[in-house]
């Protein structure tokens, strides 16, 4: 292995859903200290303006169908960064090890010598279900959650969500990234005993001022969609907890 010596240290830094009061102190401290941060598309605006003014800010950010930088090339950037300078940022929306490929960052960069840490940040699976008066688990209603990613159902490869064994074994369900492939997820689930009338919340933007949400069921929430004109980025929360929203969204700022 190359034993080149590094100054610097990188930080995997966990920006959450983009409210900056849901940032953690560690994590402001070490982005108004950094050299140079490498920040995703869905950091918020709110949230860069903390960044060190003289610090050189680089966008690796990555949306359907529009990569600014590739994977490997942002593993590479920082490893070249992290040669020449102290603080080094990784910053990204979220949690970088909840489906943050975070965790496939660390390895790379622990492979290279370089000296890496990790600062978790609140991940919008929780965050925003709780803006919009969702609970994710609750005593009369749910003692289960799953965390998935919706990204996997549907495409060129082949799916690596077990649905079924979610639909099973699971009282509340939240999905990452399954807007565009939402049609396919409720009818895995559906094909595995989850009942149609199962209320669903789609929530985007969570804990930013352009926060909306939708709710169905999974039988309409479909159509919609289609008739709204809702996108992503949004989070789904599939189970009864969701029909708690009427009642406790009347205590919350509706963000809606």
């Not at 080149?4 to 920006?15: E, Q, S, W």
């Not at 918020?44 to 600014?68: T, V, Y």
């Not at 950037?77 to 975070?102: E, N, S, Y």
Request: hydrophobic content about 45%.
């Amino acid at each position: 292995m190359n034993q080149l010596k590094f100054i610097g240290k990188v930080y995997l830094i966990g920006a959450g859903p983009g409210d900056p009061g849901l940032l953690t102190l560690k994590g402001k401290v070490l982005l108004e200290q950094a050299d140079v941060v490498i920040y995703d598309a869905l950091v918020s605006a709110a949230i860069l303006e903390m960044i060190n003014p003289n610090a050189e800010k680089i966008n690796a950010g990555k949306r359907r169908g529009r990569h600014s930088l590739a994977q490997a090339k942002t593993t590479e950037l920082l490893i070249q960064k992290a040669k020449t300078h102290a603080v080094v940022a990784r910053l990204k929306g979220g949690d970088p090890f909840v489906f943050g490929r975070g965790g496939e960052e660390m390895e790379d960069l622990i492979k290279a010598g370089v000296p890496v840490e990790v600062v978790p940040g609140i991940t919008s699976g929780i965050a925003a279900p709780a803006y919009a008066g969702i609970p994710l688990t609750h005593r009369n209603f749910s003692s289960s959650v799953t965390l998935v990613t919706g990204h996997e159902a549907a495409g060129k490869y082949g799916p690596k969500v077990n649905w079924e064994a979610i639909a099973q074994g699971s009282e509340t369900i939240v999905i990452y990234m399954g807007i565009h492939n939402l049609h396919h997820i409720i009818k895995e689930l559906n094909q595995a005993g989850c009942s149609l009338e199962t209320p669903i919340a789609l929530i985007q933007w969570g804990t930013r001022p352009e926060q909306k949400k939708l709710i169905g069921t999974l039988n309409t929430i479909v159509e919609q969609i289609e008739i709204s004109g809702f996108e992503a980025p949004a989070i789904a929360v599939i189970g009864e907890v969701v029909n708690l929203h009427q009642k406790l969204s009347r205590g919350l700022l509706d963000l809606s």
